[in-house]
């Protein structure tokens, strides 16, 4: 099992350019997190699934959008990138029942010019 | 909003030193999490405490739920150079879920 997968590692993006972000998991899981982590700040929910098909807003939701049209993926997607999105992005999966241990990939380290 | 309060932020010890990390809140939660995070890495779930009053031990580390489940420790006996890493604490609130408040997280560097 692979677990939980990001894509890409780094990426540079230019002030207003717009990419997506792929985060896959193998572990069935229902549930999946897209976080920003930034120095001193700890991770902050950008937005969450609850199952596929599914999407709901975290804690720092503006400028990002998400699609969970498949259970195994969760995409994450900035339309007009700014330089305050410049962070490391986390994509995290759980089971829906059981314990609440959320799995999380390797992170994607965005830089925004 | 609930908000957890971590610290210290930053801790540089010698091998060997016991250490203590502190996460506060004036929030309630169901259950609390500690997460150890490698440079280059997610996070990785160490341990759930969920009734307050709970003590849990992973060898050398011993984590503290407090009573009114607001706040939590995690010290560490003896500290190894491989003990360096982020220590992140975790809220988890009362919806289903299954969101998480981090707190600001502590880089430990325990040099040899």
Known sequence: ?113 | TQLLEQSPQFLSIQEGENLTVYCNSSSVFSSLQWYRQEPGEGPVLLVTVVTGGEVKKLKRLTFQFGDARKDSSLHITAAQPGDTGLYLCAGVGSSNTGKLIFGQGTTLQVKP
Not at chain 1, 83 to 89: A, F, G, I, K, L
Request: with cysteine; glycine share 10%.
């Open chain 1, 1 to 113: 099992n692979a677990g939980v997968t990001q894509t890409p590692k780094f990426r540079v993006l230019k002030t207003g350019q717009s990419m997506t972000l792929l985060c896959a998991q193998d572990m069935n899981h229902e549930y999946m997190y897209w976080y920003r982590q930034d120095p001193g700040m700890g991770l902050r929910l950008i937005h969450y699934s609850v199952g596929e098909g599914t999407t709901a807003k975290g804690e720092v939701p503006d400028g990002y959008n998400v699609s969970r049209l498949k259970k195994q993926n969760f995409l994450l997607g900035l339309e007009s990138a700014a330089p305050s999105q410049t962070s490391v992005y986390f994509c995290a999966s759980r089971r829906d029942r059981g314990p609440n241990e959320q799995f999380f990939g390797p992170g994607t380290r965005l830089t925004v010019l």
